[in-house]
């Protein structure tokens, strides 16, 4: 398995910006799909972006498409997502995870083999 650890979240108000970043280690980054998921006080774990391992396929849960964005560089193990016009509901714990289909962009929680601890994000109104 690929360890994982998210960082970049926060305090922001509705409407602004945040990156988080999840940097892996123990095995080959390369091999990997990426994914972000969130989970929101009292709800599922939902999708919200995923990657495949040369960043040139991507997909999107529809509530995030167009103002969130995800990308990796694999040379520095690192998945990121770049998040803009920020919502209220956009408040979650969120994680990364890795999934060894390498060409995959799942929203399946459950093809995914590795997670990181999570990375708090709170959008104020």
């Known amino acids: 398995q690929v360890r994982l650890v998210e960082s970049g979240g926060g305090l922001v108000q509705a409407g602004g910006s945040l990156r988080l970043s999840c940097a892996a280690s123990?095995?080959?980054?390369?091999?990997?799909?990426m994914g972000w998921f969130r989970q929101a006080p009292g709800k599922e774990r939902q999708f919200v972006a995923a990657?495949?391992?040369?960043?040139?396929?991507?997909s999107y849960a529809d509530s995030v498409r167009g103002r969130f964005t995800i990308s990796r560089d694999n040379a520095k193990n690192t998945v990121y997502l770049q998040m803009n016009s920020l919502k209220p509901e956009d408040t979650a714990v969120y994680y990364c995870?890795?999934?060894?289909?390498?060409?995959?962009?799942?929203?399946?929680?459950?093809?995914?083999?590795?997670w990181g601890q999570g990375t708090q994000v709170t959008v104020s109104s």
């Open positions: 995870a890795a999934d060894s289909s390498r060409y995959a962009t799942s929203p399946i929680e459950v093809d995914y083999e590795s």
């Open positions: 123990g095995r080959i980054f390369s091999r990997y799909a």
């Open positions: 990657i495949d391992w040369t960043g040139g396929g991507t």
